[in-house]
């Protein structure tokens, strides 16, 4: 009794580290996941006022518009971008606020508070990279 008892909680202890164990992703499927969360595009900058999800904001506040394939219903509202300007490598965070129906799906529009953050106003368009923060991520 005392050996099937031994044997049965190896057994067990073997079965779970096996379920623990993490799992190697092929390439395909990091590839995959990389282009669910990474964008690219150009970022300009807009005069803020209330926008698409319904908040009036101002110039200094750090606004985000997202291109119009994005925004969809506004179900992205409120939530932070993390925004890089590639030729540069400064970043900054945005709040989603407005849509961009001149952006093509990549491309950010930003207010002048957050775009100064990575370029000066002057620029008036930069290269970026950026994703989404988590839903209840906050600066």
């Known amino acids: 009794m005392y050996r099937l008892t031994t044997v049965l909680i190896t057994l067990c202890a073997i079965f779970f580290t096996v379920l623990a164990a993490p799992l190697r992703l092929d390439e395909t499927a990091k590839i995959s996941l990389e282009k669910r969360t ?47 300007n590639t ?13 961009c129906e001149s952006c093509g799906s990549g491309s950010l529009d930003m207010s002048p508070g957050l775009f100064e953050e990575l370029s000066t106003l002057d620029t008036g368009e930069i290269p970026i990279s950026w994703h989404f923060m988590s839903k209840d991520w906050s600066p």
């Open 38 to 84: 990474s964008h690219t595009g150009e970022g300009t900058w807009f005069e803020v006022g209330t926008g698409a999800c319904g908040y009036t904001d101002t110039d200094s506040d750090p606004i985000v518009a997202i291109s119009a394939q994005i925004y969809g219903s506004g179900g992205n509202c409120n939530q932070w971008i993390h925004i890089t």
């Open 87 to 99: 030729d540069n490598g400064q970043s900054a965070y945005g709040k989603t606020r407005d849509e």
